[in-house]
């Protein structure tokens, strides 16, 4: 539907009229993602102050079947937040508080738009910290990583952001607050209402308030690059690091394309060949045994260099060239297309996943880079791809699909950390099965007019 | 309602002649658990051998509205299996085997009947463990923890039930059978289905296979007791070993009376002070580190006596009387009725839980024991009363359900570990607000006619 004049005549009357916008800068701005979907201008864009000015927005959109789509650092790799069916975009950033810090039962409370590296300086001072860390986090809100549950590259250690969601504030569609979860450490009381909106990416409802459980800041951080001649031997090292309880925080996996772009983009000159990241958090000598324990691992897999980053600057520069790998692909091609892919697989098939990438690239024609989230088995990929060949991008579409059908085939998920967004709903009968009614029938019980976030996680 | 006589013969058709029970003595051993709540017996005990057996007994009794209760180990404190109302008890002993150990991906798939001891010593020949420990590990089996999120000693460091449930078989009360989540390690590809039916105590389904993930055994183990003139003294203690994070795998509290209990039981000579017990599980030299830190934080805070058990023998004794207090406490007062309590409270409000308690056994002359899992600030009293003492028990109940009450206040969960069952029903509109109407469309959504363990968690 299209939204008439007295709708967003009421939008305005809500949240003031200097809180809504119809400019085509500010539609297009939210109009797309970071990922290769398609974008699609909202309606309206409105920037809600507070809970109440939600719940009336929705209640309002709920009576009139208008699409509502939550908006927050617009870093999400699937089209989470594309307004494909147009509607209102609910622009989360004025909600960006940082509302409590509980320091003795180490818990904060915000807004969902805290940007995540603010919200880990802010807690700096004080000596803790939110563990999971997404590749975007200078970009990526609290109310984006609920949203997507995501993780990254310290989730070997730590886990996933729904570990750590304790409370959250919801508004349900039809315009109810309700408050899930609870400030002790953990509850069996009732249902895991807080669980089923993590990750549910804005389809069930809008999150206005979340309260997070905090760790304390590692008193000591080590980082390790081990380099090897072959994947087998990198992916044997993986696979012993997790099956004898090595504790490193990060087990990250570059592949020699990957370090081809990170050394071209970060003027390094580190080796181009299977590579492995590690990074430990804990006591001093906790972390050197591990470290030493990492060093007897590398040694029985034949590990060709393994570097300890000794000073806090070298770590800095490796992690970042890390962290930063997909924007390093992406300066190598300038005005091409790059696909992301991010299936999650058993442990014991990931390094199967990555020669089945490179024979794909091969077969195909294809440049694909592949890294990820080796200790999880999480691996990423970037289809490099001409939109204006045709050919070579529906190839690079075709890959993205193999890939993640392969994925399901060892066993494993279409979304390791990503979500499902627009990009990948055709695979969700394929993965869940019957599963999938149960899920459609949860969302027509929260949301049975399909107003929010519409055309997302459903095929 | 009551079976009739075609009822039986149905179910008899389904899971054959012998395993169909309506001998009283069959029926009072599934009549009561481990809890206060008055026993109630079933009107027929089966015990199914397959998902599909289950799947057919669903649909019939759903066809009927004959109420169906899964038994599992009966080792539950809150009445959670009792069939209150009724009905079939599906006991799930004969499912009882590990289907599968894939030790590559660390993951084991049982049936829900396995019980947590004999998993654990299965797992050990190849080195892996399911970390969640509940005090009644020697009879819970996978399917009660599963239902109950069960967790223990060990969730300050491991985190609970749910936080290991991979993949579930699941028969929904229409007979279907679904499965849910994945093999790999983590997934952001839909709602999390999982999470929904852990912790949901039977009353959504019925659970016939679990995938958990599993960590590699620690290497070392170490423990340590640390003994306190105040209460206040051992409280600052937990507050600083969890904000300082100290790398413990539990930090235990015992008051003086349940350590009077546990010496008598155990022939110890424990000092009858508030007393933390710690465990430790990692390398050598990490644990070495945490505990020479623990060291210090006793010693900031006025410890005076900490002892490291440095045999296994030694660390075995003591965790064996910490793990059994509770039967120290049953042993100390013979033909005496024992109400648990399991509340969970955030950190900072641990120690005024404890006291509060302890006004509350002196105000209503009663003796209360407190002891719990400090470094969650999940704390559990037994209180003692003779059923034949009108007036002493009414006042046991009321004290329970004052600390419940508080627990609240602080803003804690009325149940830690042990699940709400029947005994705190009536505290849950109170503990989750609008969010328990949430609850209950989840409910009538997947079992509207309410056949699933009725009468349980809902007010």
Do not use: C, F, L, Y
């Given at each position: 539907m299209t939204l008439i004049e007295t709708d967003v005549a009421t939008l305005a009357t809500i949240?003031?009229?200097?809180?809504?916008s119809l400019r085509h800068t500010d539609l297009e701005a939210h109009s797309?993602?970071?990922?290769?979907v398609e974008p699609h201008l909202p309606d309206v864009v409105v920037w809600p102050q507070s809970t109440e000015q939600i719940a009336a927005i929705l209640r309002y959109a709920n009576d009139r079947e208008i699409p509502v789509v939550p908006w927050s650092g617009g870093s999400s790799l699937e089209g989470n937040p594309v307004p494909v069916m147009g509607g209102i975009v609910l622009a989360m950033y004025r909600l960006n508080k940082i509302l409590q810090v509980r320091e003795e039962d180490m818990q904060v409370v915000v807004q969902p738009g805290v940007v995540y590296d603010a919200l880990n300086a802010h807690l700096r001072r004080v000596g803790l910290f939110f563990p999971p860390?997404?590749?975007?986090s200078d970009v990526a809100t609290i109310g984006g990583m609920v949203a997507n549950n995501s993780s990254g590259m310290r989730a070997f250690k730590y886990g996933v952001t729904r570990d750590y969601v304790r409370r959250l504030k919801v508004v349900l569609p039809n315009g109810q607050i309700i408050e899930t979860g609870?400030?002790?450490?953990k509850s069996t009381s009732g249902y895991d209402l807080t669980s089923l909106f993590v990750g549910s990416e804005g389809t069930l409802g809008v999150v206005t308030e979340v309260t997070l459980r905090l760790l304390p800041l590692p008193e000591h951080v080590a980082a390790a690059i081990a380099v090897f001649d072959s994947l087998h031997e990198a992916a044997a090292t993986v696979h012993d690091c997790v099956r004898y309880g090595l504790d490193a925080s990060a087990i990250e996996f570059l592949d020699e394309h990957t370090l081809h772009a990170t050394n071209v983009q970060h003027n390094l000159s580190l080796r181009e060949t299977p590579t492995l990241f590690f990074e430990f958090h804990g006591s001093e000598a906790g972390v050197e045994a591990q470290v030493e324990y990492l060093r007897e691992l590398c040694e029985d897999n034949g590990c060709i260099d393994l570097q300890v980053a000794s000073s806090a600057e070298v770590r800095e520069e490796l992690w970042t060239a890390r962290r930063e790998a997909r924007e390093a692909i992406k300066q190598c091609h300038p005005g091409k297309a790059m696909i992301s892919g991010d299936v999650c697989v058993p442990i014991s098939a990931f390094s199967g996943m990555v020669e089945y990438v490179h024979g794909l690239a091969e077969e195909m024609a294809l440049r694909i880079y592949t890294f990820g989230h080796a200790g999880d088995g999480n691996l990423h990929t970037e289809i490099i791809a001409d939109r204006a060949d045709r050919g070579e991008f529906a190839r690079a579409l075709e890959a993205t699909d193999r890939i993640v059908l392969r994925a399901l085939e060892v066993?494993?998920?279409?979304?390791?950390?990503?979500?499902?967004?627009?990009?990948?709903?055709?695979f969700m009968e394929r993965e869940h099965g019957p599963s999938l009614e149960v899920m459609r029938a949860l969302k027509a019980l929260f949301d049975p007019k399909g107003i929010m976030n519409p055309g997302k996680m459903f095929p």
């Open positions: 949240v003031g009229e200097e809180n809504v797309a993602d970071e990922s290769h860390a997404p590749g975007s609870t400030r002790a450490k066993g494993g998920t279409i979304a390791g950390e990503h979500g499902v967004g627009v990009a990948k709903r055709t």
